[in-house]
């Protein structure tokens, strides 16, 4: 099976490299999360091609024959990586040790920044985007991915680069002021699978996952009935549900336990582009990384205070 598969591979990449890119700054990229920055370092200089949208899972996603083409097309190729999409991920590793330009941009992160619980079986936690200071740390990778593509432009890539740094940095701010409501005993949160790590680390969030960190793995009626236990021992108020899973698990744990369901979450994509959400008086785009960080975190304010 593992020879059929790397000749599929090999197959494939073999495919996008035979035809040659266009003149103009073309760049791909994966996830909503990954096209959101590139988007935001290559401003009016760069058309940006996401593939993945809202609501998919990039763990099980597969390319489809428009992804295929728009590869063929790309002058730079923009993904999370650190295992992030699965599927995809030989393909463009093997694409990059071909000569392509491919960037993944969560392996910018700092080796000693990274998160590898022992349940993660050696893997990185690839949910690097979750503490705005790390997902800071990828903006240098896609200033370099698209100078390399459009040298003229370098000194303009630069600059939005720095800026888009420092809106990173103002939104961390605003995440820790707005936590600051809830008491340390009160920061525990309960998800579908086990994306929001980071974020529990950076803001002093008990994290639990009822699916492990790749939606692949399924939970066991033993650890639901674990969660469930531990809910009504520490009078944990509210689960919540992600835009990409399936809520089927949460809900379930929520009827056994009493605790309500807090709402719908954003993991591995945002929200649909355009979708305005005001709460307390701010209005911000689900559809944009600033966004989906700020309806998270207003939505489990709500639901555990």
Same mark, same amino acid.
């Given at each position: 099976?593992?020879?059929i598969f790397t000749k599929t591979v090999s197959a494939?990449?073999?495919?996008?490299?035979?035809?040659?890119?266009?003149?103009?700054?073309?760049?791909?990229?994966?996830?909503?999360?990954?096209?959101?920055?590139? @988007?935001?370092?290559?401003?009016?200089?760069?058309?940006?091609?996401?593939?993945?949208?809202? +609501?998919?899972?990039?763990h099980l996603y597969r390319p489809t024959r428009q992804? &295929?083409?728009?590869?063929?097309? /790309?002058? !730079?190729?923009?993904?999370?990586?650190?295992?992030?999409?699965?599927?995809?991920?030989?393909?463009?590793?093997?694409?990059?040790?071909?000569?392509?330009? #491919? &960037? /993944?941009?969560?392996?910018? !992160?700092?080796?000693?920044?990274?998160?590898?619980?022992? =349940?993660?079986?050696?893997?990185?936690?690839?949910?690097?985007?979750?503490?705005?200071?790390?997902?800071?740390?990828?903006?240098?990778?896609?200033?370099?991915?698209?100078?390399?593509?459009?040298?003229?432009?370098?000194?303009?890539?630069?600059?939005?680069?720095?800026?888009?740094?420092?809106?990173?940095?103002?939104?961390?701010?605003? !995440? @820790?002021?707005?936590?600051?409501?809830?008491?340390?005993?009160? @920061?525990?949160?309960?998800?579908?699978?086990?994306?929001?790590?980071?974020?529990?680390?950076?803001?002093?969030?008990?994290?639990?996952?009822?699916?492990?960190?790749?939606? #692949?793995?399924? /939970?066991?009626?033993?650890?639901?009935?674990?969660? &469930?236990?531990?809910?009504?021992?520490?009078?944990?108020? /509210?689960?919540?549900?992600?835009?990409?899973?399936?809520?089927?698990?949460?809900?379930?744990?929520?009827?056994?336990?009493?605790?309500?369901?807090? +709402?719908?979450?954003?993991?591995?994509?945002?929200? #649909?582009?355009?979708?305005? =959400?005001?709460?307390?008086?701010?209005?911000?785009? !689900?559809?944009?990384?600033?966004?989906?960080?700020?309806?998270? #975190?207003?939505?489990?304010?709500?639901?555990?205070?």
């Amino acid at each position: 099976m593992k020879c059929i598969f790397t000749k599929t591979v090999s197959a494939v990449v073999g495919l996008l490299l035979a035809i040659p890119g266009t003149a103009a700054v073309q760049a791909v990229a994966t996830t909503t999360m990954v096209a959101d920055l590139v @988007r935001s370092v290559g401003g009016s200089e760069v058309a940006v091609r996401g593939l993945m949208e809202p +609501g998919v899972d990039p763990h099980l996603y597969r390319p489809t024959r428009q992804d &295929v083409t728009a590869l063929q097309r /790309a002058d !730079v190729i923009f993904y999370n990586g650190l295992h992030l999409e699965g599927r995809m991920t030989d393909v463009l590793e093997m694409m990059a040790k071909r000569g392509r330009a #491919v &960037v /993944a941009v969560a392996e910018r !992160v700092p080796e000693d920044k990274l998160l590898s619980p022992e =349940e993660f079986e050696g893997v990185p936690d690839p949910h690097v985007w979750f503490d705005p200071l790390l997902w800071a740390a990828t903006v240098s990778a896609v200033v370099e991915g698209l100078a390399a593509a459009d040298p003229d432009n370098r000194e303009t890539y630069v600059a939005r680069g720095e800026a888009v740094v420092t809106q990173l940095q103002e939104l961390d701010s605003w !995440v @820790r002021q707005r936590v600051e409501v809830l008491s340390p005993a009160k @920061r525990v949160l309960i998800t579908s699978h086990d994306a929001y790590n980071y974020f529990g680390r950076a803001y002093g969030f008990r994290v639990i996952g009822v699916q492990g960190i790749s939606t #692949v793995s399924e /939970a066991g009626l033993a650890d639901m009935a674990r969660i &469930v236990e531990f809910i009504k021992n520490e009078d944990v108020k /509210a689960v919540f549900f992600e835009s990409s899973v399936s809520d089927k698990l949460v809900r379930r744990i929520s009827e056994d336990s009493g605790a309500a369901v807090g +709402g719908e979450l954003f993991s591995d994509a945002m929200g #649909v582009p355009g979708k305005i =959400e005001t709460f307390e008086g701010e209005s911000y785009d !689900v559809g944009t990384y600033l966004g989906m960080v700020k309806h998270n #975190v207003n939505q489990i304010v709500a639901g555990l205070r």
